[in-house]
T-cell receptor, first 113, second 116 residues
Framework: AQSVTQLDSHVSVSEGTPVLLRCNYSSSYSPSLFWYVQHPNKGLQLLLKYTSAATLVKGINGFEAEFKKSETSFHLTKPSAHMSDAAEYFCVVGSGSARQLTFGSGTQLTVLP | DGGITQSPKYLFRKEGQNVTLSCEQNLNHDAMYWYRQDPGQGLRLIYYSQIVNDFQKGDIAEGYSVSREKKESFPLTVTSAQKNPTAFYLC???????????????FGPGTRLTVT
């Protein structure tokens, strides 16, 4: 069985300040982990993925995430928020089952001017 | 350009009518998925298919049906048996590399269905 918990349903930051979106997971196997972003009324876009290579993963638009096995975490960060980063972010875990992926409930990121 | 298309973007139906949502991909992916998204919630898996002519129920399959006659296409029918069909529906596809690896899914733009 696998699950993923996004610890904050809403996060607000000021433009130019750091972003931290928190995610904890549980998985019976060595997991694959992903972060997706969704803008209003759009599909989901892959930001980055971890698949047992480097623990620090760099993604698009300046985002990165660090896989910490001891803490079962995969937090998403960005050094400096931009207005265009305002969206909903989903942490996702895959354990290799036929169903493939389990989605977190999402974190809504608001960027204040 | 490779990608996933869903049509239409907005769909309106009267209660009691069946409606079919289209999903097509030209990524040559074996696996395809249908998700439902409600306001403020994550994605819930309706059906998935790992290969042509085969599909499995997800977490919320009741009131829905699918077919997978071609690799590129995975239409979803929302039947009158679905109690709360109004939602945002997302189709996705992925390489089906087999267990234990999970591969990223690529998503279409979604169809917003409103039933009144």
């Amino acid at each position: 069985a696998q699950s993923v918990t996004q610890l904050d349903s809403h996060v607000s930051v000021s433009e130019g300040t750091p972003v931290l979106l928190r995610c904890n997971y549980s998985s019976s196997y060595s997991p694959s982990l992903f972060w997706y972003v969704q803008h209003p009324n759009k599909g989901l876009q892959l930001l980055l993925k971890y698949t047992s290579a480097a623990t620090l993963v760099k993604g698009i638009n300046g985002f990165e995430a660090e896989f910490k096995k001891s803490e079962t975490s995969f937090h998403l960060t960005k050094p400096s928020a931009h207005m265009s980063d305002a969206a909903e972010y989903f942490c996702v875990v895959g354990s290799g089952s036929a169903r493939q992926l389990t989605f977190g409930s999402g974190t809504q990121l608001t960027v204040l001017p | 350009d490779g990608g996933i298309t869903q049509s239409p973007k907005y769909l309106f139906r009267k209660e009691g009518q069946n409606v079919t949502l289209s999903c097509e991909q030209n990524l040559n992916h074996d696996a395809m998925y249908w998700y439902r998204q409600d306001p403020g919630q994550g994605l819930r898996l309706i059906y998935y298919s790992q290969i042509v002519n085969d599909f499995q129920k997800g977490d919320i399959a009741e009131g829905y049906s699918v077919s997978r006659e071609k690799k590129e296409s995975f239409p979803l029918t929302v039947t009158s048996a679905q109690k709360n069909p109004t939602a945002f529906y997302l189709c996705a596809s992925s390489i089906n590399g087999g267990q234990p690896r999970s591969y990223e899914q690529y998503f279409g733009p979604g169809t917003r269905l409103t039933v009144t």
